[in-house]
């Protein structure tokens, strides 16, 4: 957890209020940890809606193509100078979200993304972390907490009057050291906060929501649902995307965000479509964030931020779905 | 509102339908969300109140309902859809029992939000067209969606039975201010500007299209791929070519009824291009959708003595 | 930190262009492209490529040549969507893009020392084709037992491969049976769905055979049950499954089956594997 190398600052309201008003430029806030702190921050902060917009673009060429003197071309897109933020200010679970899932998936050894990879080495992120969680959060229940961090990036947590920080070199500058006593206090403060909270799924149930694949409870659960994707495009962790070729004798190969909610998401060209309903694709959606996601990757591919149920139009809500499927599997543990 | 004589006509009703599609009460603090209701015991979950905005009749064009004998709570706007769907040949009028439900208007939770800050139920007591909040008493017409508050319609124009009392007054004529209205009275270049603007921000999720009832297109015209119309691509430029080409595809079927608004996650108002385009069709066709069924849709219509030049 | 790209890594989604050399028409709906064969790109049999048609789409392609073959890869392609048609309105001489090979492709290790009984239906030949040049070249012939393939398609209009199908049924180390589902005045060989005309072969040992079976899905479904009823192991009936695919390595989501991603994992998987697969495909 917490090594004696770390390095920790405590900071005043001023102070951060003031380094952030002469980063602006460099910063941008998820529109999550701007609705939690919004009374720490100074306004003109760029909001983002989430980290994807700057390390996964809605849209991106990938390489351009033309016809000149009668053969084709490929061509890479040239970089342009890089005007994105390089610090996003964001809550332990968009974190969470990036690190655990976003990294996981491009930035895996066989086929890096590079232009992730590029846009991923210039962002730092600095973890806001949540006194309290709200009606929608359901962290916890994927193994995060209000104060998760990955203890490489900046952290910074409202302590009393101040701020308590951990890993910061270049953006709030010099602060006060941390006494033991306070250490103590923030220590067994995170500990009870830990504590009252709801405990975890258990450790296997990726695999035995895998075993009911087939279970009847799915075509209820799906129901309710439109299929109308804005849950995929605002999901911190979902990274499905399309290619497609824009462009006749001159164009590019787009890469744009995609959703497994959509019809044509797995519509084969002879017609077959092996997720037909609503209910396989919602399934879908359910089993690969709590169950094929984690049993490759040994972690959940969803971070219980919970921006899926608030906007959702009809109110369809996935920890319900979860808490349904833990019912019918009858697991024991409790789920709040 | 409303919700012992619903649950007292429901009962009846699940001796004739086997399903009934209404509301309930929804997961989350001020959210209501479709229901089906299959059995007796269940009736008392239907809930019909100010937050109950989701287009129920959606549901009506599912595989598994579509064959079914069903029973739909429908607002003003949702029985319209019905009358489109019938018209356009989707459902058959002998599988649905229309059970009307008179309608104030749905509260808007972003414009609660952005008035009032963070929200607590508890805060709140709600009646037909006013709210009580912390002992004060004002009236919902500034927080209702953009949509309702142009309501022509608050009584549901078809039903087989209607739950509660008529509503006495036109919404549009009560409450006056909306923000189409307030689009049209400012100058091109601002109107221009404003939804440059708004559309910069849309992500192409498509949340709208797949959110309104009657857009049930097999392949939407934004994702053909011959002809390719667009790119998927969130440019300005796209995203107006797509919004703009929806609402004149929902031309003189849109019935208003704010779907694709609430569906979006960014909060663009959505609806404002589809609500232009119908006052336009009001206009010139003096033709509304889902209002009179025997009224041929304009649009969809030919006559060799179309006055337009370039139909001949 | 997170090592930022270098210079020297590739962008994984660029192909590299190529010219189609010969284009051979199969049957009224498929063709098969021989392309120039790419510098640096070593594959196995069973494995994929992403054939990129400039202007039009790109699309995942079983490669149908055995990679003995040194300057060329072939890839068989039946007309059904938007880049397919594109593809088969080209001529030799003009180019496309290919990207990859991606896939786990055959399990070579596993087959060696095997008899093999190679199952195909209409254009589910490709795939094996593959393998089977593979396992007939010189240089690899010693490390298989023996061969015998069993070929259907529809009509004997839809016969792919036919010039192939003659060179192989002229070789005295492998057998070769071909069979249509429904015959023509002209046709003289074996009419019957394969499934059962696999019931009907001489006596096969389940015991030294390693099936493997790529076709339509009805077809595979029924060639597998069969199979299991004449005694094999579910773990010696290989087979290869398909899913619509955009990135073909395992980024963009969208070609899993469970928690196997078809581009990764597959597409070619044993019996045994599929029995732990949801039914989703």
Partial sequence: MRGLTMRVKMISQEQFRKRLAEKENHLAITEKAQDVHRQFLPPGIKVVKTPKEILFPSWKEMYRFFFKERSWEIQEVEEKAFSDPTFLLLLPCEARAVVEVLDTNFLREDYRDTDYARRRARLNLVILGCPAQHPTCFCHLVGGSPVWRDGKSAFVLPWKEQFYVENDEVLFGEGDPVNTQEKREIESWEKALQEKLPPPLSPDFPEKLYAHFEDPEWQDIAFRCINCGACTFLCPTCYCFDLTVDGKLRGSMLRTWDSCMFPKFTLHASSHNPRPTGKERVRQRVMHKFSYFPIREKRYGCVGCGICREICPVNWDIKEAVERMVKRIDSRCDIN | ?312 | MIPAATSTERNIYLPELVSIEEILEETRDIKTFRLKRPGNFHYRPGQFAEVFVPGRGEAPFSITSSPTEELYLEFSIKKTGTVTEALHRLNPGEMVGVRGPYGNGFPIESLQGWNLLFIGGGIGLAPLRSLINYVLSPLYRKDFGAVSILYGARTPQDLVFRWELQKWGERTDLFLLTTVDRGEPSWEGRVGLVPEVLKGMPVLNAQTLKAIVCGPPIMIKFTIKALLEMGFQPSNIITTLEMRMKCGLGKCGRCNIGPYYVCKDGPVFTYEELQTMPEEY
């Fill in chain 2, 1 to 312: 509102m409303y919700e012992e004589e619903l649950h007292r006509l429901s009962v009846k009703l699940l001796d004739e339908v086997e399903y009934i599609i209404g509301y309930t009460s929804g997961t989350l603090p001020f959210r209501s969300r479709p229901f089906l209701c299959r059995k007796k015991e269940e009736v008392e979950l239907l809930t019909f109140d100010h937050f109950s905005g989701s287009n129920l009749t959606r549901y009506l064009l599912s595989k598994d309902l579509r064959e079914k004998k069903v029973a739909i709570l429908a607002k003003g706007c949702d029985a319209r859809t019905i009358t489109v769907l019938l018209r356009e040949g989707q459902i058959k009028r002998e599988n649905v029992v229309v059970v009307g439900l008179p309608c104030y208007g749905m509260v808007s939770l972003r414009k609660l939000e952005k008035h009032f800050g963070s929200l607590r139920p508890q805060d709140f007591t709600w009646h037909l067209d006013t709210f009580t909040f912390q002992g004060k008493t004002q009236s919902i017409g500034p927080f209702l969606e953009n949509t309702c508050q142009r309501c022509l319609y608050p009584n549901p124009p078809l039903f087989d039975y209607l739950v509660g009392s008529r509503v006495e007054y036109v919404p549009r004529e009560r409450w006056k201010e909306d923000s189409l209205k307030r689009l049209e009275e400012i100058s091109s270049e601002k109107r221009w500007e404003f939804f440059a603007q708004e559309f910069q921000r849309c992500i192409r999720c498509y949340a709208c299209r797949n959110a309104c009832p009657l857009c049930y297109c097999k392949e939407c015209f934004a994702e053909a791929q011959r002809p390719y119309w667009l790119s998927p691509a969130a440019t300005r430029s796209e995203n107006l070519f797509f919004h703009a080409g929806r609402a004149l595809h929902m031309a003189g079927r849109c019935v208003e009824c704010g779907a694709c608004e609430r569906a979006c996650p960014l909060e663009i108002p959505i609806a404002l291009l589809p609500l232009k385009v119908e006052e336009l069709v009001r206009e010139h066709f003096t033709f509304e959708a889902g209002v009179s069924p025997d009224r041929e849709p304009p649009l969809l219509t030919y006559r060799e003595n179309d006055p337009n030049e370039f139909i001949k």
